[in-house]
């Protein structure tokens, strides 16, 4: 039976998705297609975060960049995300610190924090309008989740001078975030979050001013590695000093190496009408503690975005907005009618340990792909990095990349099985 194709599975190749945030920003005329061969000293294969920030970092470092998008510029997770811009790295820095040792955990978290500043400063020097806001907050869905929250905020301002996690208790966080469904959790005052499309449209705007060629609805079929290497699309090539895969959730069979260490899920966001009231004492994100996480924010317009609900299999489900409903409702029963005005999904990428997977595939491929649900900071980064390794300076790419970072169990034929199994028992266990 031929594989289900997750760049066509759910979209129509060249467009973005019916999604609010589609539907309230600017987006740009289309790029052309690659046509016949062409030369470049890096080719990025990929148009979201880490493609467009190692292309752009490229680019102002000297490099000559083509970068070949199979559809359009951050159509993909990077294009329809819950836009936040998390503290830390997906592991906390005790689960890093024990696997690790102290050392790489705290560089990890320097890395980190250079992350959300990268981001930032994107942004400023850009002057991207992606409506940014600060404060994300982590709430507890059962009680015995509190202690850990709190310890671990206590932890890093101890450990790490980082002072911006105040722990809240049940009715702090009731308050702040109008529902009585959590338990207690904290607050990061130095996170952020922002419209994730609006943000990647700038990153792209950013790309083209320094002089990068893109080429949309170009899919790549096959990457011959050498000297140069060549990268091939169905009308063109691209040949190149080094290449710079940046697929994350989409890479399909293209490269297996990468394709076996990250895996595709999709999530799922409503966007509810304006609200009159929006439940949110202030302008935050959050994220709670289930496995299958809840995680919400108000637009610029007043509407409550709200991400989350499972989906086992490729396909999205036909009526989205059933789906992540219920969800809703459990938080703000008194929403739980609402009209929902836009209802979309999209498909990330997931690891087996849920940290990146860098690999050097090639002494000129780089990847970075499976920022497991943390992608708008990280992913930034992740460009950055990889330019700095074509560049000569491989040491932080390489830091991420040493990182002991397992294939999933089964291959290509039972990885997927066995995926759905395990979130179907995450859950369960989440419902109980």
């Not at 790489?104 to 250079?114: C, D, F, G, T, V």
């Not at 995680?295 to 490729?314: K, N």
Request: with cysteine; aromatic share 8%; hydrophobic share 45%.
């Amino acid at each position: 039976m031929p594989r289900l194709d997750l760049l066509t599975a759910n979209d129509r190749p060249g467009s973005y998705p019916a999604s609010w945030y589609a539907a309230s920003t600017p987006l740009l005329p289309g790029f052309p297609p690659l046509a016949g061969t062409i030369d470049a000293d890096v080719c990025v294969v990929g148009g979201g975060y880490t493609g467009l920030s190692a292309a752009l970092h490229l680019a102002e470092a000297g490099f000559s960049v083509a970068l070949i998008e199979a559809s359009r510029v951050g159509s993909g997770a990077s294009g329809r995300n819950g836009g936040q811009v998390h503290s830390g790295q997906r592991q906390d820095q005790g689960w890093l610190e024990a696997r690790l040792g102290v050392a790489p955990a705290r560089a990890l978290w320097e890395l980190a924090e250079e992350a959300k500043a990268l981001v930032r400063g994107l942004i400023a020097r850009h002057g991207i309008d992606c409506d940014l806001q600060d404060g994300i907050v982590a709430a507890a869905h059962r009680a015995a989740y509190v202690p850990e929250y709190h310890a671990a905020a206590e932890k890093l301002a101890r450990e790490y001078g980082y002072g911006l996690v105040t722990p809240l208790d049940a009715g702090e966080i009731g308050a702040l975030l109008g529902t009585d469904a959590y338990f207690g959790g904290t607050i990061d005052r130095g996170a952020a979050h922002l419209h994730p499309l609006a943000y990647a449209l700038g990153l792209a705007r950013a790309v083209v001013s320094a002089g990068v060629r893109i080429h949309e609805t170009s899919r790549v079929t096959a990457i011959d590695p050498g000297d140069p290497s060549v990268v091939h699309t169905a009308a063109g090539s691209v040949r190149a000093r080094y290449v710079v895969l940046a697929t994350n959730g989409y890479v399909g069979d293209l490269v297996p190496a990468v394709a076996a260490r990250v895996m595709p899920i999709n999530n799922f966001i409503v966007a509810t009408a304006p609200l009159d009231t929006p439940p949110l004492a202030e302008p935050v994100a959050v994220a709670d503690s289930r496995f299958v996480v809840n995680y919400y924010r108000i637009s610029s317009d007043g509407r409550l975005l709200f991400g989350g609900g499972e989906s086992y299999g490729w396909r999205f489900p036909t009526d989205i907005g059933a789906r992540v409903r219920p969800r809703l409702r459990e938080i703000y029963p008194h929403l739980g009618d609402v009209a929902l005005d836009y209802a979309w999904g999209g498909t990330l990428a997931i690891t087996v340990n849920r940290m990146p997977a860098f690999q050097r595939l090639a002494p000129n491929v780089l990847s970075a792909a499976g920022y497991s649900g943390q992608g708008v900071a990280t992913a930034t980064l992740a460009g950055k990095l990889i330019a700095e390794a074509v560049g000569g300076t491989a040491a932080r790419f390489d830091l991420f990349a040493s990182i002991p970072q397992p294939a999933f169990p089964g291959g290509a034929l039972l990885r997927w099985p066995a995926l759905v199994l395990a979130m179907s028992w995450y859950a369960m266990r989440d419902r109980l």
